[in-house]
């Protein structure tokens, strides 16, 4: 597959946990909005044709935004969940998307996303019904009980950490967002929804940097690490 893929970037967060005055994708972060980094690495990306940015209802961008690295950035107003904002990016997506083509989303909470891991989820996902980025889990996993005691310690091996892009079928992506939507359930990622559909997306190991900027310790670290993954 050679064709560029349109990206949707879920961008509509609170920011609880950072515990921040506005959203944690509009803090700033080596001189930029955090949300400025991640969209740049997306639209610089050879493979990537577009953005679909999904923001809050009170939200907006910059002005110029609407094109970035030659690339149309187009928004959308996301919903009360993760998932919901997905589903409002993947209906806005331009008419040339069809259900067929693949389509990409990625955190705009994770702004070190490193280009050549976005390129081997594309070239290897392709093949599948589609996949998403992780690292195997390589710490000892333990389950707490109250006041954060250990309770056991968790199987590791064939754990994974799942991350961003994932990367899957329009129409089929939309089908089983709807479908769990419909059943009440909460999914907290789109490969969720597709396991849930019966679909095995592929797993392409990526750099364990690819972090989800979560807390304010996560955004130290961010700026450390979007110096090194440029
Ligand atoms: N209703 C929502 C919730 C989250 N997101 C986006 O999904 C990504 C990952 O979500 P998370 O890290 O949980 O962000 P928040 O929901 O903002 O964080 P918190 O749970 O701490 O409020 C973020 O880019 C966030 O903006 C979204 O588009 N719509
Ligand atoms: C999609 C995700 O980043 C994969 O790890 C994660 O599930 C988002 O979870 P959050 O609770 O919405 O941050």
Request: glycine content about 4%; some cysteine; proline content about 11%.
């Given at each position: 597959m050679s064709e560029a893929l349109w990206c949707v970037v879920?961008?509509?967060?609170?920011?609880m946990r950072m515990g921040?005055?506005?959203?944690?994708?509009y803090l700033p972060l080596a001189g930029k909005p955090l949300i400025a980094h991640t969209l740049e690495r997306l639209a610089a990306h050879?493979?990537?044709?577009g953005l679909l940015v999904v923001l809050g209802a009170r939200d907006e961008l910059w002005p110029g935004?609407?094109?970035?690295h030659g690339k149309p950035v187009r928004v959308a107003i996301g919903g009360a969940e993760r998932s919901d904002s997905v589903l409002a990016g993947l209906n806005a997506l331009?008419?040339?998307?069809?259900?067929?083509d693949f389509v990409l989303v990625h955190d705009?909470?994770?702004?070190?996303?490193?280009a050549k891991d976005i390129t081997q989820l594309i070239e290897r996902a392709s093949e599948t019904d589609g996949g998403l980025l992780g690292a195997p889990l390589r710490d000892t996993l333990k389950r707490a009980g109250e006041g954060?005691?250990?309770?056991a310690t968790e199987p590791r091996d064939q754990r994974w950490r799942a991350f961003t892009p994932q990367m899957f079928r329009r129409g089929e992506l939309v089908a089983a967002l709807g479908a769990v939507s419909n059943h009440g359930r909460a999914v907290s990622d789109e490969a969720m929804a597709m396991e849930l559909a019966g679909f095995r997306p592929l797993l392409v190991e990526g750099a364990?940097?690819?972090?989800?900027?979560?807390?304010?310790a996560d955004l130290a670290l961010a700026e450390f690490l979007l110096a090194r993954t440029a």
């Open positions: 879920p961008a509509a967060g609170r920011g921040a005055d506005c959203p944690k994708q050879p493979r990537i044709a935004i609407e094109t970035l331009p008419s040339e998307v069809e259900n067929a705009a909470a994770r702004p070190c996303v490193r954060d005691c250990s309770l364990e940097d690819n972090i989800k900027v979560t807390t304010a």
